[in-house]
């Protein structure tokens, strides 16, 4: 079965860092965009930080860019999002999802999607 697991989510204060994992079972993960979305309380959805299958191109939201890195360890099956100089409008539920990217990705263009993990992000 296709899944994908979010892990190392937690409470950081201002301008700290966290990595965050995406695992994937049941699929090649290198065969797949993978996309990183989150949800603040209160808030829609929004799309993060995507990473393509072919030519390994990275696309950011605009609130993110310069601060959040998107990586891929195929030998580990594994997608990162790398988070540094966190703000508190950063706190949601971190989603990551296989699909397509692009400069505007959305969630519609994905169809498997983890759990989530939460990140806080508070002095």
């Known amino acids: 079965q296709v899944q994908l697991v979010e892990s190392g989510g937690g409470l950081v204060q201002p301008g700290g860092s966290l990595r965050l994992s995406c695992a994937a079972s049941g699929f090649t993960l290198d065969n797949y965009a993978i996309g990183w979305f989150r949800q603040a309380p209160g808030k829609q959805r929004e799309r993060v930080s995507c990473i393509s299958s072919s030519d390994g191109s990275t696309y950011h939201a605009d609130s993110v860019k310069g601060r959040f890195t998107i990586s891929r360890d195929n030998a580990k099956n594994t997608v990162y999002l790398q988070m540094n100089s966190l703000k508190p409008e950063d706190t949601a539920v971190y989603y990551c999802?296989?699909?397509?990217?692009?400069?505007?990705?959305?969630?519609?263009?994905?169809?498997?999607w983890g759990q989530g993990t939460q990140v806080i992000v508070s002095s």
């Open positions: 999802a296989a699909g397509a990217c692009g400069s505007k990705f959305e969630e519609t263009w994905f169809g498997s």
